[in-house]
């Protein structure tokens, strides 16, 4: 998941009416960047679609090897941190305009959350829940709207180290109970802990794994189970899931401390404004893919490290590569913003504007087409192609949804999907044609 804040650039109404944004008033940095993020996003994922993430195969071919590091390396946690970003962006400017055209925003505002979290409960049997965490995350980011700048990246941090902290300590505890040193992971702790629940409940003990993509039963059911083998696991996934509640610490903080470092760069309207910011934008660019590049590795090198399990060399090494992260989030982010500023690039990349505002549509498309590609009762394709094959199918997919994008785009004011949130949202059809 890993698994993604759409149409949020819908943020530059120029009509005095509440209602989606026309598509000449579109931030068009935004779009793009929303867009470049999706390719990243499904780089990732197809990874756990395709069972390169869950089977145990050592890739020793040059390309697969090259492709599963440079994807550990530039793509986890990076994109999903510039799609989460992005979303707290949209939040900071949404809410603003909003403001100003209405003086009010909780109830439009929450009935867009609220389709999305219904959105996100439908997309949960297919994929996973992120839809509904961020739908959670946007309601939890109302409580901040008071809150200064500076405050917002002191609790961004916090939240962001909480979930960590938590797992180093209950790992050290469960440590010292036992008699002798052993290897601990914690979704090994957490499993244990819901079996044994199970068992004292006298249901059979299930073998899920803390991602839903990994793990014996994940594999069984991708390969070999029908299309309501797949619906059940991922709704029995989605409840096991709920058994623990250091999970929901996983599932909301992470996402939430990201989008408010989103909120804190959207009051500072460097995208609506961006030749007035090319000094920070160069700045953010350099530093953050210095600071991020290198804290990567040292993460990685310190984790590698391990041959035994110690939770407070797993906690420096996990903060080290969240933060890194999110910096070469930023500095992938101020580099995309730098190139449209040129004519070239803004040729090569402003397409990807039509990719944004279908960006739901397309999310769920890349389900879709990866679960047919993979799964048994699709092509059954699961667990038959190295890291590179898989890695080029996802460029493959992505370059296809730009085409039809730019197609769709020509004729409709919205994806199928964007159509039915806004129609929700707003409380009235909208316009689906381009007059």
Not at 111 to 119: D, E, K, N
Not at 228 to 253: A, H, M
Not at 290 to 318: E, H, K, Y
Request: glycine residues 8%; proline residues 3%; charged residues 15%.
């Amino acid at each position: 998941m890993a698994h993604e804040s759409f149409s949020i650039s819908e943020s530059a109404h120029s009509v005095n009416s509440v209602g989606p944004t026309a598509i000449g008033n579109r931030i068009v940095a935004l779009d793009v960047l929303l867009g470049f993020a999706l390719l990243g996003i499904l780089v990732v994922n197809i990874t756990g679609f395709s069972g390169v993430a869950a089977v145990d195969v050592e890739w020793t071919g040059f390309a697969d090897e090259a492709v599963q590091e440079l994807t550990q390396f530039f793509f986890t946690s990076k994109f999903f941190s510039t799609f989460t970003m992005l979303f707290g962006i949209g939040f900071a400017i949404q809410i603003a305009r909003l403001e100003e055209k209405t003086g009010h925003y909780l109830w439009t505002y929450g009935r867009r959350l609220f389709v999305l979290f219904l959105i996100g409960i439908a997309h949960l049997v297919v994929q996973g829940e992120l839809l509904v965490w961020y739908a959670i995350c946007g309601a939890i980011l109302l409580l901040f709207r008071g809150v200064s700048s500076q405050t917002l990246l002191i609790w961004a941090l916090l939240l962001m180290l909480v979930p960590m902290l938590h797992t180093a300590i209950v790992s050290t505890l469960a440590t010292a109970e036992t008699s002798s040193p052993v290897l601990v992971e914690t979704e090994q702790i957490e499993q244990q802990t819901n079996q044994q629940v199970e068992a004292d409940n006298n249901e059979t003990v299930s073998d899920f794994s803390f991602n839903n993509y990994t793990g014996e039963r994940a594999i069984r059911v991708f390969s070999e189970g029908d299309l309501s083998d797949v619906l059940i696991y991922n709704i029995q996934f989605s409840i096991q899931r709920r058994t623990s509640w250091s999970n929901y610490l996983w599932d909301i903080l992470p996402p939430l401390s990201l989008m408010l470092v989103g909120v804190f760069i959207g009051r500072r309207r460097i995208l609506e404004r961006i030749h007035d910011e090319i000094p920070l934008l160069r700045k953010t660019f350099w530093l953050g893919l210095g600071i991020g590049i290198t804290g990567t590795w040292f993460s990685l090198a310190l984790l590698a490290t391990m041959t035994v399990w110690d939770p407070w060399v797993w906690f420096a090494g996990n903060v080290l590569f969240t933060l890194a992260a999110c910096s070469m989030a930023l500095g992938y982010s101020a580099g995309i913003v730098l190139l449209i500023q040129r004519d070239f690039w803004n040729k090569c990349l402003t397409p990807l504007q039509a990719v944004d505002r279908l960006a739901l549509t397309n999310y769920l498309l890349q389900a879709l087409i990866c679960t047919t590609l993979f799964y048994r009762y699709g092509l059954g394709l699961y667990g038959k192609f190295g890291p590179a094959a898989v890695a080029l199918m996802a460029i493959g997919i992505y370059l296809i949804q730009v085409v039809l994008s730019l197609l769709w785009t020509r004729h409709f004011r919205f994806g199928p999907a964007e159509w039915l949130w806004r129609s929700a949202t707003y409380g009235r059809l909208q316009p689906m044609r381009i007059t």
